[in-house]
């Protein structure tokens, strides 16, 4: 190839599609028929290289394993393991480094699952290719094809590199994994305008498909990062992952948290140099424990156990969790972007309506399943009796290459899905396939092909009657037939009534195929074109759909009543997804907004349209891409549903990318964060209440935890600012902490789902983590625990009682109010005074005997005093102590009484 080709071709745009084949290998400086020679492949080879995609060079482990500390709160927890070993406390400094350790070693195992999917669209090339060099016919490793390289197709080879067919016999191809369509495209050589999406370029072929029917050949236009496959690829690679907002909030929440604790230590010390004349080593240790008090180290313990349990439920309900915090995200979805084919689709063919002149019918079942009623308006049709609907399955029956396998699982197809369809409603009508083949022989055929667009076979029955059954697209059917069939015989042919039929079908989304018939010679043997081109007899109309599945159907309705907004965004064409849409009653299903369009409107207008339309057609990866980038721009929280590769690109950018288990790609697993591994949409809703369950557990664990740090600090400002002795000793103060607080709180993670998790609408997506309510709650607490330490610590000292003992007393009257806050905080707004609450939760009713355990071994256990100078407490004392928490329990549950009058009387003065 001389330098004046070289440059043309390394300047060319792919618009391959809309140039005639004879352009294309004259571009490509190639004969068709003879293909290149080997030294010209290997010059092409070395300037465009192999057939594969690029891999981007992987972090190594060591970076990898570093940057999981990357975070305010691991900070926070290394620096409380840090004043632990300052004070000798190696036990908890172990637990705090431990705790480290284990959440980063869990974000090492999940990190980079990005670069999984650029590896997994990688394995969809072809492992060989057949390609024509210098007249012959070679099989070649696929990574070895180069640009201009002549590739033979046929059924059943999955597309090497992107080509531009100039063959195409009968030549269908399934691209449902780049386009969303259901049905494999018939595919031609005839130029298509340069602005066609990716499903309507006929005379193009896209790495990674497959071939179902006929054979083709085709010119290699694009290799490895030049594929469409490769653009994708490249998409995915650009995509930022955006952090979860349970993950923005925490971080904000540490970095509020860790500036008040520190700029409160730093007054605190000045205070008490300055003003109490305190030596400055003593007001730091103070210093020290207040830290220790202030920041609840025991949190993203919490957090990583709440979420894991998350994932362990929703397992048990085929939602497989990729990255820990989506759990919580999934609470907070408010848009979900569910691509058609496969998820809200089952991705499965089946005849829904029979047309002919004698009635017409409605199909029930779903998918391949042979099983399925016939319904007339409401009432059941029995096809035994209707002489018109058994002819017309049996044509549709034996007009037919593909076969209908049952499996372990399901029902599977080999050959084309329409035909697959057919087969299913024929043995739904009671035909047994094998019977009716044998009873009537097939003895010669037209195969089908993109051109003359039907396919014809030719039968013998055993009486000696010969006749040919014809199955394609109905105007070209229609066009055939001299008159039409009934169960009084033929009678005219009503061209413009039976058009009618065919436009009512398609506008409910169906795919249309007309079926004829014609008796014919009983000696013939062979059919040609010249037998079918007129005096055909129509049998009637078959209307196909991939339907939505009856459980999306439901699903939809319960996203709608969480507030959550539902949108369907297809690569299909635009009847059939109006048509979906209006079956799963998707809200203003009636606009579409097509791929052709989005290209014309810029952001702003995209902008300004996405919030109401729900419905979008014949998209591209981009448009998929654009439309969760816009959404995500108006604060919504997006999740992205799809398996297949043209998915991956927003699955990877969406807040939350689900991919199916069973049908979808390894790509859209891998882009995603979560896989339904039983490819049901309505998984997807218990993920969500799931989700919404999670973060109501972490919020009842920082109503928690906060007030009880709170009470901790709020003890020692007291005792700093009045000049008293400290009630709690910071080492205490990290028992307390790190043993019984977490235990307790880890008891929460396993709280049941509230009853209007699925009724209340999704939070906003910058909703603090620290409400008001939960401001009124904490302060509320914090001051109750702090009195009570306080007041058992200074009653004791009153009594005569050792500062030993009176610090036993104040750290067991803090943990006993730990004990009861539990029962309350369990139900924040709701009473909590009922035996059915205070036992209905094993881990509470566990969590409290272990902390009760751990507790009496802290007061009693002579070792125990060695460690936190503790000494036993009395009988007396113990019921003064209990009486405490009582107490404190008593006022929150009268805090909560006077919270739900007053929010009554709102409502009735509202009224």
Known sequence: MNDATQDRVSSARPDWHARPADAVAEHWAVAPEKGLDEPEVTRRRERYGLNRLPEARPRGPLIRFLSQFRNLLIYVLLGAALITA??????????????????????????????????????????RAMVVREGRQYSVPAEELVPGDVVLLQAGDRVPADLRLWRARGLQIEEAALTGESVAQ??????????????????????????????????????????????????????????????????????????????????????????????????????????????????????????????????????????????????????ICSDKTGTL????????????????????????????????????????????????????????????????????????????????????????ADDERAANPRTDLIPFDAQHKFMATLHHDHQGEAFVYVKGAPEQVLRACQAVWDEQGESPLDQEAWEQHIEALAAEGQRVLAVACKGMPSHAQEVDFADVESGLVLLGLLGLIDPPREEAIRAVADCREAGIRVKMITGDHAGTARAIAAQLDLSNCGEVITGQQLESMDDEALARRVEDVDVYARVSPEHKLRLVTLLQAQDAIVAMTGDGVNDAPALKRADVGIAMGRKGTEAAKEASEMVIADDNFASIVRAVEQGRTVYDNLKKAIAFLLPINGGEAMSILV?????????????????????????????????????????????????????????????????????????????????????????????????????????????????????????????????????????????????????????????????????????????LELEKLWLRRAAGRRRSDDG
């Open 86 to 127: 300052l004070l000798g406390h190696w036990v908890d400094t172990a637990v705090i480094v431990g705790v480290v350790l284990v959440n980063a070693v869990i974000g090492f195992v999940q990190e980079g699952k990005a670069e999984d999917a650029l590896r997994a669209i990688r394995d969809m090339l072809s492992a």
């Open 186 to 335: 018939e595919k031609s050589i005839e130029p298509v305008a340069g602005e066609a999406v990716l499903g309507d370029r006929l005379g193009m072929a896209y790495s990674g498909t497959l071939v179902t029917h006929g054979q083709g050949a085709g010119i290699v236009v694009g290799s490895g990062a030049d594929t469409e496959i490769g653009r994708i690829s490249r998409l995915v690679s650009q995509v930022e992952t955006l952090t979860t907002p349970l993950l923005r909030q925490m971080a904000t929440f540490s970095r509020w948290l860790t500036g008040a604790v520190l700029g409160l230590a730093a007054l605190i010390f000045l205070f008490g140099i300055l003003w109490r004349g305190m030596a400055p080593a003593e007001m730091f240790m103070t210093v020290v424990g207040l830290a220790v008090a202030a920041i609840p180290e025991g949190l993203p313990a919490i957090l990583t156990v709440t979420l894991a349990i998350g994932v362990q439920r929703l397992a048990g309900r085929h939602a497989i969790i990729r990255r820990l915090p989506v759990v919580e995200t999934l609470g907070s979805l408010s848009v």
């Open 345 to 432: 689709t089952r991705n499965e063919m089946m005849v829904r309506s029979l047309v002919s002149a004698a009635g017409h019918c409605r199909v029930e079942g779903e998918g391949y399943c042979p099983r399925g009623a016939f319904r007339r308006g409401e009432e059941p049709l029995d096809p035994a009796r209707h002489p018109w609907l058994m002819r017309l399955l049996r044509a549709g029956l034996l007009c037919n290459d593909a076969t209908l396998e049952e499996t372990d699982e399901d029902w599977q197809v080999h050959g084309d899905p329409m035909e697959g369809a057919l087969i299913a409603a024929a043995l739904k009508g009671g035909l047994d």
């Open 719 to 891: 005792a700093v600012l009045f000049g008293l002795t400290l009630p709690i000793t910071p080492v205490q103060i990290l028992w307390v902490n790190m043993v019984s607080s977490v235990a307790l709180a880890m008891a929460l993670a396993f709280e049941a789902t509230e009853p209007d998790a699925m009724r209340r609408p999704p939070r906003p997506a910058d909703e603090a983590m620290i409400s008001g309510f939960l401001l009124w709650r904490i302060a509320l607490v914090a001051l109750l625990m702090a009195a009570g330490v306080f007041g058992i610590f200074r009653l004791a000292l009153a009594d005569g009682a050792s500062l030993e003992e009176a610090r036993t007393y104040a750290v067991n009257t803090l943990v006993v109010m730990e004990i009861f806050y539990l029962f309350s905080v369990r139900f924040l707004r709701t009473p909590s005074l009922s035996w059915a609450h205070m036992v209905d939760s094993r881990a509470a009713i566990l969590a409290v005997a272990v902390v009760a355990l751990l507790q009496l071994m802290f007061t009693y256990a002579p070792f125990m005093e060695r460690f936190f100078d503790t000494r036993p407490v009395d009988f007396v004392h113990g019921v003064e102590i209990v009486l405490i928490g009582v107490g404190l329990f008593a006022v």
